[in-house]
């Protein structure tokens, strides 16, 4: 992944380096492990532990010969170390070292994934409990709705990013397992004793059963729960693009000092930040894909899914990472306009309470179809540029059934928003 949507925490995970220094660990811990069960020198391991080093540079010429970049790796490992170095990667196959490093991983850049969205999730809280009583209009198919608040609008995306956070640890613990099974999986010249002792030193748990490798739906099920995160991450960042159109301008990004919109037109401000979030939420389901289709092997392995998960794991982790730090950014210094919400509210004159007359008309006596009609009839000339509420007042079913008090009624916008306080209390960001 380019440098650009990369963060360094995340980036160092994955780069060759610490890569292959996972390798080394897990090479290291079987080694350990054997020892531990007397099935290899003791004195041996502790000179692998002092002495074995790498180099990439010397890996990658070793490759050219090996076209094996394991067996490269343990040659240029045993390059460094005596009689000892033939200990290294005994009784074990290559994806025991590189499944295993990868499951290691994968944990932990979810653990960095997981900080990143409960920091997310921590500014969402914070902004909609400060905007939960702030009017705003609802919109269905980009039309105006009915009155909503914008702290309710960020309680769905609070009660969203809860799930998806859920959803994480549930992946985190699935893909947190490791494997030294040997070729086939049977143990053949590894115990299984062994294999218990490696994973809980690594801090992962043991595969119950593995072929060569372990099975891709563990890496599915992380990909695909990173790709739900990154499309909850496009949702909010997509609204608040629309939010942000000149002609609604109810939020805006964070626009510095000496910032330039357009090379063209000094007076443009545009949402490029959240653009960037749904763009990059493309290319992350497009992992999905590849992903699910890494579960298929060939009887106990191939290697049709080794080339695809050198891209799209780092990639995919490396990505969302840097989503989820840029929009918490986005939001913790949008810039938010009550007034605009209420004046966009108050734009069609009390349309919006369209519904509560219908539904008042129908408790004096009219059946549904006829107080849709006549609640339509008087809409209509909203649309046309009369006050709904007038229009209303003059309409002769309605003076027939309503009085001007219950007019007053319908038209208290508070009587859409009763129940945001219970909604809060659900998703528990009120006790």
Known sequence: MIDRYSHPEMRSLWEPQAKTRRWLDVEIAVCEGLAHFGLIPADDVEKIKAGSKFELDRIAELELETRHDVMAFVKNVQEHLGPEGRFVHYGITSYDVVDTALSLLLR?????????????????????????????IGRTHGIHAEPITFGFKLAIWYAELTRSIERLQAARESIAYGKVSGAVGTHANIEPKVEEWVCERLGLKPSPVSTQILQRDRHAQFLTTLAILAGSLEKFATELRNLQRTEILEVQEYFAAGQRGSSAMPHKRNPWNSETVSGLARVVRGNVVPALEDVTTWHERDLANSSVERIILPDTCILVDWMLRKFTNILDTLIIYPENMLKNLEKMGGLVSSEQVMLSLIE??????DAYKVAQRNAAKAWEGQSFKSALAEDETVKEHLTAEDLEHIFDVRYHLKHIDETFRRIGLLS
């Open 364 to 369: 004096k006596g009219l059946s549904r179809d």
């Open 108 to 136: 932990d850049s979810a653990d960095i994934i997981l900080k990143d969205a409960e920091n997310l999730l921590s500014v969402i809280g914070r902004i909609a409990l400060e905007h939960k009583d702030t009017l705003q």
